[in-house]
C-alpha cells in the first residue's frame, strides 16, 4: 500500500479533540438549560393563569349564588302582601335546629318570617354569632356581615297528566315529604309540608283557580349567608379546626344555612372568599329606587330596603409562588379604609392572588310592590 493512502486513512480514522468535545458539551447544556427554563416559564405561566382563573370563578359563582337569592327575596307564589301568607295552617310547619333568639327574632320558628324576606347583620364576631344566630357555630364563622333571604323558589312543580292535579307531582318530588312548600292566590297563601298537601286540599285548605285546578306550588326557601373560616375541616368533620383544615392552608369559604325539611344546615358554598361587604339600598320616598345605602338599616328600614350592593374579595386557593400581594391594599366599600391588608393578616397571607368582584342587586319582588 502506498504510504500516502495509510496517510488518509489514519486523517479519516481520528476521534474528537477534548476542545471539540468539550464545545459541544457546553452547546447540549446550553440548549438544555434552555429547555428546562421554557419548561419552567410555562408551568409557572400556566400556575398564574389558573390561579386567576379560579379566582375569577369563583368570585362569579359567590355574586350568582348571593344574587339568585337576593333577586327571589319576598316572592311566595302570586300573593300580593306576604302579611296574607299562613304560616301556621293545621297541621303546622315547625322549624326544629333554627336561627331564631332574642336578639334574632322571632325565637320560634325564625325560618318561617315571610314578613321580613331580607335582614342582615354588619359585624358579628366569632364570640357572638352563636348566641345571635344559634344556627352557626362559632367555629365555622369568620368575623363579619350575615345576610338573611326568605323567598320560594322560582321553580313550580311539574304539572303532568292528569292536568291541574298536584298531589302526585308534588308527591313525586325528592324528599317532599319533609320539604316546605307555598302556594298562594293574590289574596293570600299557605306554608305546609309536602306529606299533609292531599289532606289540606281535601279540607278545602289549600289554593286553586276557578276552574278547580290547583295553582302552582314553589318550595319555600331561607337563605343566611356568611364567610367561614376553611372549606375542608381537619379530619374530615364539619366543624373547622384550625391550621391544619385543607391540607394545612385553610381556604376561607362562602357557606349558607338552608332550611332542608324543619332544620337550618350548613352548606359550603364557594373556596376562596376572604372578605364580604354589604350595602342596603333604602327606598325613602316608596318608589321602588334605593335613596341611599348603608351597611347598618334602622330596624325600621328593613322593610324598605330594595337593593343590596354586594361586594367581596377573593383569593385564589392555592399560594402563588415568588408572588406577594405586600403592595396592596383593599377598600371593599369606597370609604377610604383599608378593608384588607395582607401584612396585617401575616403568615403566608401575602402569597395569594386577589380580586376584587361587586355587583348591585335589586330586590325585585319589595320593590315592585313599593313601586307599585
Known amino acids: 500500500m502506498h504510504p500516502s493512502n495509510c496517510k488518509t486513512r489514519k486523517l479519516q480514522e481520528r476521534g474528537l479533540s477534548l476542545i471539540e468535545l468539550m464545545v459541544g458539551l457546553t452547546i447540549g447544556l446550553m440548549l438544555t438549560l434552555g429547555l428546562f427554563t421554557l419548561i419552567t416559564n ?15 370563578e369563583n368570585g362569579t359563582l359567590a355574586l350568582r349564588y348571593i344574587g339568585e337569592s337576593l333577586r327571589m327575596a319576598g316572592f311566595y307564589g302570586y300573593v300580593m302582601d306576604p302579611i ?28 318561617l318570617a315571610v314578613t321580613v324576606p331580607i335582614f342582615g347583620f354588619a359585624a358579628e364576631t366569632t ?3 352563636n348566641g345571635t344566630l344559634p344556627c352557626i357555630n362559632a367555629a365555622n364563622f369568620q368575623n363579619g356581615p350575615i345576610l338573611i333571604t326568605r323567598s320560594a323558589s322560582g321553580y313550580r312543580t311539574p304539572d303532568t297528566a292528569p292536568l291541574g292535579n298536584l298531589t302526585a307531582d308534588l308527591a313525586a318530588q325528592p324528599n317532599f315529604a319533609t320539604t316546605v312548600y307555598v302556594q298562594s292566590d293574590p289574596s293570600s297563601g299557605l306554608l305546609f ?4 298537601f292531599a289532606a289540606l286540599k281535601a279540607a ?9 285546578n290547583d295553582i302552582d306550588i314553589f318550595e319555600y326557601r331561607a337563605h343566611v349567608y356568611y364567610l367561614r373560616p376553611c372549606s375542608r375541616p381537619n379530619g374530615g368533620g364539619p366543624i373547622c379546626t384550625g391550621a391544619a383544615d385543607d391540607l394545612g392552608q385553610p381556604i376561607p369559604t362562602l357557606a349558607r344555612q338552608e332550611l332542608i325539611g324543619s332544620a337550618m344546615t350548613e352548606v359550603p358554598l364557594v373556596e376562596g372568599i376572604e ?6 339600598g333604602i327606598d325613602t320616598n316608596n318608589d321602588g329606587v334605593p335613596n341611599t345605602f348603608t351597611a347598618t338599616p334602622a330596624a325600621t328600614d328593613w322593610a324598605n330596603v330594595v337593593a343590596v350592593r354586594v361586594t367581596l374579595l377573593a383569593r ?3 399560594i402563588t409562588a415568588g408572588f406577594s400581594d405586600a403592595g ?9 379604609t383599608v378593608d384588607f391588608d395582607c401584612t396585617v393578616v401575616g403568615g403566608t397571607a401575602c402569597q395569594y392572588k386577589r380580586k376584587v368582584f361587586s355587583q348591585l342587586f335589586q330586590l325585585r319582588n319589595v320593590a315592585q310592590r313599593r313601586g307599585a
Open 42 to 56: 410555562q408551568s409557572v405561566t400556566f400556575k398564574l393563569q389558573d390561579d386567576f382563573a379560579r379566582t375569577q
Open 84 to 111: 296574607n301568607v299562613n304560616t301556621a295552617v293545621a297541621p303546622a310547619v315547625t322549624t326544629t335546629t333554627d336561627c331564631g333568639s332574642a336578639t334574632n327574632l322571632p325565637v320560634t320558628n325564625w325560618a
Open 127 to 129: 364570640a357572638t354569632v
Open 193 to 196: 309540608y309536602g306529606t299533609n
Open 204 to 212: 278545602g285548605t289549600t289554593r286553586s283557580l276557578p276552574n278547580g
Open 275 to 280: 372578605r364580604l361587604d354589604l350595602r342596603f
Open 316 to 318: 385564589a386557593p392555592t
Open 328 to 336: 396592596k391594599q383593599y377598600d371593599l366599600d369606597g370609604d377610604g
